[in-house]
């Protein structure tokens, strides 16, 4: 059954590759999880234990943010995310949730806890250097420590070590036109590493993500700190503004 929903209405990082940014305003933190529900008289929620099927559609606003962190309106755009696999391997796991887009791929696990983890790509500018999957407290809202990662730079011959955590910031509630949708807050903070590259940089990413869809409502990334004695600012920030569930 084709359950739908519609409303009017890459960042390349120092430190962190984020796949998809999005705002994460009218959020209101409580104190509890809430778990996956069919709501009265809205079918267009997952019902407990479901996911999304194949061809479903979610679709983001997203903007660009400048080095002092102020969003460029300008750069606003619109990106629909499709679900094309719900069975994919990637980095160990597998049962990947693979969403395609004509900017980026988002692949995402589904953790038994409630939880999700997110495969996030690792980068000095443009250069990736590897990627890894990261896992976001949304549901159980405890502190998941990232273990050290460390990768090789090629240009020049350096290691960047890169350590950090994800934490869960509360359940809030986020709103598409009139609907609510209970959403849970988690921020990863990382730090890089490198002497030779002469490169220290804080990433910020700060996830709502909604169980009742099993994607994010919110996502925003900002990125501080100095790469060859030049210091950096930069930042992305999306947000749903529909979805097609199936």
């Not at 984020?18 to 809430?34: G, Q």
């Not at 061809?55 to 660009?64: H, N, Q, R």
């Not at 994919?88 to 995402?108: P, Q």
């Amino acid at each position: 059954m084709k359950l739908k929903k519609n409303i009017h209405a890459e960042i390349i990082g120092i430190l962190v590759i984020a796949s998809f940014a999005i705002f994460i305003a009218s959020c209101s933190s409580s104190t509890s999880p809430k778990v996956k529900k069919t709501f009265p008289n809205d079918t267009s929620i997952l019902a407990a234990g479901a996911h999304p099927h194949i061809g479903t559609t979610f679709t983001d606003s997203a903007y660009i943010r400048d080095s002092s962190l102020n969003i460029i309106v300008a750069s606003g755009t619109t990106i629909v995310y499709t679900l094309v696999d719900t069975n994919f391997s990637l980095g160990g796991k597998s049962n990947v949730y693979e969403f395609t887009s004509s900017v980026d791929t988002i692949y995402l696990h589904f953790e038994a806890s409630g939880d999700f983890s997110y495969y996030t790509h690792f980068g000095l500018g443009s250069l990736s250097v590897g990627s890894e999957w990261v896992t976001y407290p949304s549901q159980t809202q405890g502190t998941i420590a990232t273990p050290i990662i460390s990768f090789r730079s090629p240009v020049p011959a350096d290691t960047i070590q890169i350590t950090g955590s994800s934490k869960g910031h509360g359940i809030g509630t986020y709103f598409i036109g009139k609907e609510s949708i209970p959403s849970g807050k988690a921020i990863m903070t990382a730090d890089a590493y490198a002497v030779k590259l002469k490169t220290h940089n804080t990433e910020t990413i700060a996830i709502f993500f909604a169980s009742g869809l099993d994607f994010f409502t919110g996502y925003a990334v900002n990125t501080s700190g100095n790469f060859g004695g030049v210091n950096l600012g930069e930042g992305v920030n999306r947000f749903l503004i529909d979805y097609d569930l199936k």
